[in-house]
């Protein structure tokens, strides 16, 4: 078993709380332009926002015209007239600031720090994500950020993951794992270019896709967490979908009551194992 060199994670809704940052962002950019804010906005924004997002994932659209076109059609649909450039860039301010982490995030870096080199891979926009991180509680244990405004492409596109790769040293692709909430943009993409990769998946969707072809020759995990954490005992699940089966393969994330991760092992059931190491790896079905 060849263990991960490489864990690469995705930014915001697996490392980063974006839902608690995008909601408080846009109360304060409106503040800011001296405008009441109404709950319905937020959705509204949402709605707008999801969809512009999903383009870039096809390669329709960049991430730069994202940036405007959001607020474009946001002030469009509640008849607010402001500079959907100027609103984008208080916004892009306030969001820059917002650095609270999903919880346990943290944590779980800091004990997997020292065994194995840690990326963060997004479809996040500059200023934000680097603003983010600098302010964060995990910015030591990130060696390095690839985010798709720089490199003109966003994921699940190959060349955003060669480039990505290229940014890490080429490592061999089989000492690489990708971790995030995305089914298309950071699990299947992952999976195209021959990485293993980990969904993270605490609202436990259903993929909207299976993987089909050569996506079996990869491993890959749904990652389930309970919806409290931390508790005197939480696990977290790594169920194994390539084979269809219904028993739960991988690794258990045992949390003490203060929420600190103090052991993350492999097992084939849910019994404890002796081995109390801090290791993340591919598990054969």
């Known amino acids: 078993m060849q263990p991960y060199q490489w ?8 490392l980063f709380d974006y839902d608690r940052a995008e909601s408080a962002a846009l109360q304060r950019a409106f503040r800011l332009i001296g405008a009441a804010f109404d709950p319905g906005y937020l959705t509204t924004y949402q709605r707008i926002n999801q969809a512009l997002w999903q383009a870039v994932e096809k390669g329709e659209l960049t991430p730069g015209f994202v940036k405007v076109r959001r607020f474009e059609l946001l002030l469009q649909t509640i008849g607010m007239a402001h500079p959907p450039a100027a609103f984008s860039a208080s916004y892009l301010e306030c969001l820059a600031e917002c ?3 999903v919880e346990g995030a943290a944590e779980v870096l800091q004990g997997l720090q020292g065994k194995y080199r840690m ?11 680097r603003g983010r991180l600098a302010r964060s509680a995990i910015r030591q244990y990130i060696a390095e950020i690839i985010i798709s405004e ?10 955003f993951f060669d480039a990505a790769l290229a940014r890490l040293g080429n490592p061999s692709r089989r000492e690489v794992l ?3 909430d995305g089914w298309n943009s950071d699990i299947r993409g992952a999976i195209q270019q021959g990485l293993d990769a980990c969904w993270y998946n605490p609202g436990r969707n259903r993929p909207n896709s299976s993987p089909k072809g050569r996506y079996s020759k990869s491993e890959i995990f749904a990652l389930f967490v309970p919806s409290a954490v931390p508790s005197s005992r939480s696990f977290t699940w790594l ?4 084979s269809g089966q219904t028993g739960f393969l991988s690794a258990i994330t045992e949390l003490d009551k203060s929420g600190v991760c103090n052991q993350l092992w492999p097992t084939n059931d849910v019994e404890r194992t ?3 190491e ?3 790896r591919s598990v054969s079905a």
């Open 278 to 280: 801090i290791a993340v």
């Open 150 to 159: 720089e490199i003109g492409v966003a994921k699940p596109a190959k060349e």
């Open 7 to 14: 864990l690469l994670f995705d930014a915001d809704g697996t």
């Open 274 to 276: 002796s081995q109390k």
């Open 99 to 101: 650095s609270e982490l």
């Open 119 to 129: 990326a963060i891979l997004t479809n996040g926009l500059q200023a934000v994500q």
């Open 178 to 180: 990708m971790i995030g």
């Open 239 to 242: 169920k194994d979908l390539r």
